[in-house]
């Protein structure tokens, strides 16, 4: 006799139940379950036994927010920032877990998304490149009501006003800033460069200059700069490794943004080599067309990649850095036909890398090794790097 199908019990608003936490899940949440029904709980940890409070309900599944923990896990720790709980700041998810946790919990986000998207194992250790906090080198701050510097808590549009934020670098020097009047309901932008220059809205300073390795590179306040101070050296270390690019070869930097891999592979690839970096952003382009205005062989397009890439012919090696969303079946199909002997994939979001590895995998190419980084610590955002080979046919 088949058993019968056990109907969620609806849930509602405010509602306050106990439960234990089962899993990661990717987002930032936590997956548990009340009489059938699915909830995504913020601010718990895996094998926790936890009060929470119901915070929305849909057809699918709920989230809720912990309450208080009646037994906690042994990862538990006090957070660092006063900010970090449930009705306050909405920036970091993981501050309530012991650091290495965080990045085993990540891990296994990864390992989730290819199982599930993918249909694959992989074994992928989510590797320490910092300081926990102090990273950040870029964030862009509301103003509540009252003209105070904050930050929008989570699921809301309520601003709250912050002190200090300590996951920002000291250049940015946030605490000094909290204490000055803002215009009420601004966006304020603040950054801190590696040569020490600093940024804020309103200030004259328009351009700062990030040194990575041995190169100067010139980043507008509009340009896409990654924002923990070590990932631009992180990152560049392992394109340039998994690329072994040779003299001569022609590199497509696609999502290239102002340059930071073209600046990398230059020197690998010689002055009979050359390099097509394209990118959507004018600002981008703009700074890049700056830093390599004495490479005569760094082609810039200013242009979709969807759309430019389809008037490109031959490559080696591609570079695919793209937005969160990522690089999108089209893309991919049009890689199959250029047919590069390697494709380097930076990805900041593990679903859609496991969804574009399926669709690379049906174009002929075989995920060859994978490394992730913890770009940003307390959050649950994780940056990977994977290398993907066309198959060998016999």
Same mark, same amino acid.
């Given at each position: 006799?088949?058993?019968? =199908?056990? #109907? ?14 089962? =899993? ?28 929470? @409070? ?15 923990? @009646? ?11 006063? *900010? +970090? ?8 998810? %993981? ?16 390992? @989730?998304? %290819?199982?599930? &998207? ?8 989510? @590797? ?31 601003? !709250? ?17 909290? =204490? ?18 600093? %940024? ?10 990030? =040194? ?25 270390? !392992? ?60 082609? &810039? ?10 008037? &490109? ?22 890689? +199959? ?6 494709? &380097?994939?930076? +990805?900041?979001?593990?679903? +859609?890398?496991?969804?574009?590895? #399926? ?5 002929? *190419? ?29």
């Amino acid at each position: 006799m088949a058993s019968e =199908k056990v #109907t969620p019990k609806k849930m509602v608003v405010g509602q306050r139940v106990s439960l234990t936490i089962e =899993k990661v899940a990717h987002g930032g949440h936590f997956i548990a379950r009340h009489e059938g029904a699915v909830i995504f709980v913020r601010h718990a940890i895996p094998g926790e036994e936890c009060t929470i @409070e119901i915070s929305s309900v849909g057809s699918s599944f709920n989230r809720g927010d912990v309450v208080s923990v @009646e037994k906690a896990s042994p990862d538990r720790v006090t957070a660092p920032c006063s *900010y +970090a709980h449930r009705l306050g700041c909405g920036g970091c998810d %993981f501050q309530h877990i012991e650091i290495s946790a965080q990045r085993k919990l990540k891990s296994d986000v990864i390992r @989730e998304q %290819f199982a599930r &998207i993918a249909k694959m194992e992989v074994d992928v250790e989510v @590797e320490e490149v910092g300081p926990a906090l102090g990273w950040r080198t870029r964030a862009i701050a509301s103003v509540t009501k009252s003209g105070k510097l904050g930050f929008i808590s989570a699921r809301s549009h309520n601003v !709250i006003a912050i002190e200090n934020c300590v996951i920002t670098a000291p250049g940015i020097g946030f605490a000094e800033l909290a =204490k000055k009047q803002w215009q009420a309901g601004a966006k304020i932008e603040m950054a801190t460069s590696s040569t020490g220059e600093s %940024f804020v809205t309103g200030a004259n300073l328009s351009v700062m200059h990030e =040194k990575v390795g041995n190169n100067v590179l010139e980043v507008s306040n509009d340009s896409f700069w990654q924002s923990h101070v070590n990932a631009p050296s992180v990152l560049t270390e !392992i394109v340039s490794e998994y690329a072994q690019l040779q003299p001569g070869e022609h590199v497509l930097d696609l999502y290239g943004g102002v340059g930071l891999f073209t600046s990398a592979l230059l020197s690998q690839i010689g002055a009979t080599g050359r390099v097509d970096l394209i990118e959507g952003s004018k600002s981008a382009t703009a700074d890049a067309k700056r830093n390599f205005a004495d490479a005569n062989n760094v082609n &810039i397009v200013t242009a979709s990649v969807e759309r430019a890439i389809t008037r &490109i012919d031959g490559g080696d090696v591609v570079i695919l850095d793209p937005p969160r969303e990522g690089a999108g079946k089209e893309v991919i199909s049009e890689l +199959a036909r250029i047919s590069p002997r390697a494709i &380097i994939y930076v +990805a900041c979001d593990p679903a +859609a890398l496991a969804r574009d590895t #399926t669709y690379l995998q049906e174009a002929g *190419y075989s995920l060859i090794k994978m490394r992730a980084f913890d770009l940003f610590p307390m959050t649950h955002h994780i940056e990977s790097v994977a290398l993907y080979e066309q198959n060998k046919v016999s």
